[in-house]
């Protein structure tokens, strides 16, 4: 069975850093696309960021590029969201996602699995 479980999550001011992690297992990870998706109190999950399954090609949404970067070790089947210049907008649940496409996809549909997300919460 495939697992996806992200951590990293926290509670951090403006301006501050986060760096989470999905974990997965029971998944063919290196031909896998990776994507995080967010979802924000009161709004739909959104997507977040992409890579694909040798890390040659990333996505972003607009508003968290330069602020923010997508990673993977495959070695360690794990995926990371490095999260810089934070601000209370960025505040959501996490989740990591993972789909056999060889495209960085922004699409929910996309994505085969799904972790349970982890919080992020930005104060100002």
């Known amino acids: 069975q495939v697992q996806l479980v992200e951590s990293g999550g926290g509670l951090v001011q403006a301006g501050g850093s986060l760096r989470l992690s999905c974990a997965a297992s029971?998944?063919?990870?290196?031909?896998?696309?990776m994507g995080w998706f967010r979802q924000a109190p009161g709004a739909e999950r959104e997507f977040v960021s992409a890579?694909?399954?040798?890390?040659?090609?990333?996505y972003y949404k607009d508003a968290v590029k330069g602020r923010f970067t997508i990673s993977r070790d495959n070695a360690k089947n794990t995926v990371y969201l490095q999260m810089n210049s934070l601000k209370p907008e960025d505040t959501a649940v996490y989740y990591c996602?993972?789909?056999?496409?060889?495209?960085?996809?922004?699409?929910?549909?996309?994505?085969?699995?799904w972790g349970q997300g982890t919080q992020v919460t930005v104060s100002s």
């Open positions: 996602a993972a789909g056999y496409r060889n495209y960085a996809s922004g699409l929910q549909t996309d994505y085969e699995y």
């Open positions: 029971g998944l063919t990870f290196m031909r896998a696309t």
């Open positions: 890579i694909t399954w040798g890390g040659g090609s990333t």
